[in-house]
């Protein structure tokens, strides 16, 4: 998986609850994304990192904050749990040498239930 | 009108067959083309970039861009069961800097 692991690989939490993913990268790559993977929707974009504590907004960004402290390290947090947020989280870097020429690699995911 | 469209299938192919998959975009100055693919279960994988017009190649993938009718094929040949997945196409979208827009994927079938 291109050097990238992704914590904890399954979670079951309670609505309201504040909850913590973390993408952890060993390729020094500059960029970095969080997505969201749900049956019909395919992979939507939640946040993304360009560099250290620089990061934007994605398409499904409600409800999520990201942050990123350290070129290896990007978290996602989920303020308050709702059970809409139950799915299958993706991290995923780039080395982005060229805006035109942007491989994404994928790490093995996180799969987040909300009861 | 979604910005990345593809057929999400079954397709089932004979093992052997030539499997072909489709990609259609929206935004007409999109510049980069990806395939990936995914098993049940896991994460995607990249499998194919394509960049300009034409065929590439790699083992026994081909893709295919034909910007001016805004599509992206990805051809498998020689078909086996370990190719049995989901195929997303994902595209760079004008002015979408470093960000992905995914389709919504292609289940293959490929059958003994």
């Known amino acids: 998986d291109a050097g990238i692991t992704q914590s904890p690989r399954h979670k079951v939490t309670e609505t309201g609850t504040p909850v913590t993913l973390r993408c952890h990268q060993t390729e020094n790559h500059r960029y970095m994304y969080w997505y969201r993977q749900d049956p019909g929707h395919g992979l939507r974009l939640i946040h993304y990192s360009y560099g250290v504590k620089d990061t934007d907004k994605g398409e499904v960004s409600d409800g999520y904050s990201v942050s990123r402290s350290k070129t290896e390290d990007f978290l996602l947090t989920l303020e308050s749990a709702t059970s809409s947020q139950t799915s299958v989280y993706f991290c995923?870097?780039?080395?982005?040498?060229?805006?035109?020429?942007?491989?994404?690699?994928f790490g093995p995911g996180t799969r987040l239930t909300v009861l | 009108q979604k910005e990345v469209e593809q057929n999400s299938g079954p397709l089932s192919v004979p093992e052997g067959a030539i499997a072909s998959l489709n990609c259609t975009y929206s935004d007409r100055g999109s510049q980069s083309f990806f395939w990936y693919r995914q098993y049940s279960g896991k994460s995607p994988e990249l499998i194919m970039s394509i960049y300009s017009n034409g065929d590439k190649e790699d083992g026994r993938f081909t893709a295919q861009l034909n910007k001016a009718s805004q599509y992206v094929s990805l051809l498998i040949r020689d078909s086996q069961p370990s190719d049995s997945a989901t195929y997303l196409c994902?595209?760079?979208?004008?002015?979408?800097?470093?960000?992905?827009?995914f389709g919504t994927g292609t289940q293959l079938k490929v059958e003994l």
């Open positions: 995923a870097i780039s080395p982005a040498r060229d805006s035109s020429y942007n491989e994404q690699f």
């Open positions: 994902a595209v760079i979208p004008t002015g979408g800097g470093n960000k992905l827009t």
